[in-house]
């Protein structure tokens, strides 16, 4: 199974909203309501900020909202501040395994 | 509070093995299914595998990368996960990490290298 598709980068001024798509499959993203997104800053542990497609753990910040159309997920971070900047990765679970995306790597400009 | 500590990395030859801990406190462990991922230096999070709980009977699944070679194992007792990594390969090269699943993979443990080099 290949990994899911993220786009390599994104980025946004402090204030402004960006999206992260994270494409798969049928047989992955599209064929389950398990995507999360995890946070990861350099040197750092990732950190979980959505389950299940679109729900927030407690202590996320609901500027991080997410969602799946199909087989892509996005996740959307609003009034984007200087913290948000890291790597940002979807994972789903695909029939017993699961599938990263390759990351994203977010810049607030 | 919540914690996962990982163990046992270190440098290992081409063809050898390795036995990495992942000890668990401050949550109800038993109940939880327990991942595997890891991550070569500079690039993205790969899923190794996981070990559901005594409930579902233990059952493992693995990726295709490692499936033969790497066997996922719990004592509940201790509260304590491991990761069996047998004919080593320099591409097994990572920082590897083990995460609690309830809700998502949380909590994650601050990872241990695994350096397969000669």
């Known amino acids: 199974q290949s990994a899911l598709t993220q786009p390599p980068s994104a980025s946004g001024s402090p204030g402004q909203s960006v999206t992260i798509s994270c494409t798969g499959t049928?047989?992955?993203?599209?064929?389950?309501?398990?995507v999360s997104w995890y946070q990861q800053h350099p040197g750092k542990a990732p950190k979980l900020m959505i389950y299940?497609?679109?729900k927030r753990p407690s202590g996320v910040p609901d500027r991080f909202s997410a969602s799946k159309s199909g087989n892509t997920a996005s996740l959307t971070v609003s009034g984007l501040q200087a913290d948000d900047e890291a790597d940002y990765y979807c994972?789903?679970?695909?029939?017993?395994?699961?599938?990263f995306g390759g990351g994203t790597k977010l810049t607030v400009l | 509070e919540v914690q996962l500590v990982e163990s046992g990395g270190g440098l290992v030859q081409p063809g050898g093995s390795l036995q990495l801990s992942c000890a668990a406190s401050g949550f109800i462990f038993s109940g939880s299914a327990m991942h595997w991922v890891r991550q070569a230096s500079g690039k993205g999070l790969e899923w190794v595998g996981r070990?559901?709980?005594?409930?579902?009977?233990?059952?493992?699944t693995y990726a295709a990368s490692v499936k033969g070679r790497f066997t996922i194992s719990r004592d509940d007792s201790k509260n304590t996960a491991y990761l069996q990594m047998n004919s080593l390969k320099t591409e097994d090269t990572a920082v590897y990490y083990c995460?609690?699943?309830?809700?998502?993979?949380?909590?994650w443990g601050q990872g241990t290298l695994v350096t397969v080099s000669s």
């Open positions: 299940e497609v679109s």
């Open positions: 995460a609690a699943a309830t809700t998502g993979f949380d909590p």
């Open positions: 070990i559901k709980n005594k409930a579902n009977s233990y059952a493992t």
């Open positions: 049928s047989s992955d993203i599209g064929g389950y309501n398990y």
């Open positions: 994972c789903s679970y695909a029939g017993s395994t699961h599938l």
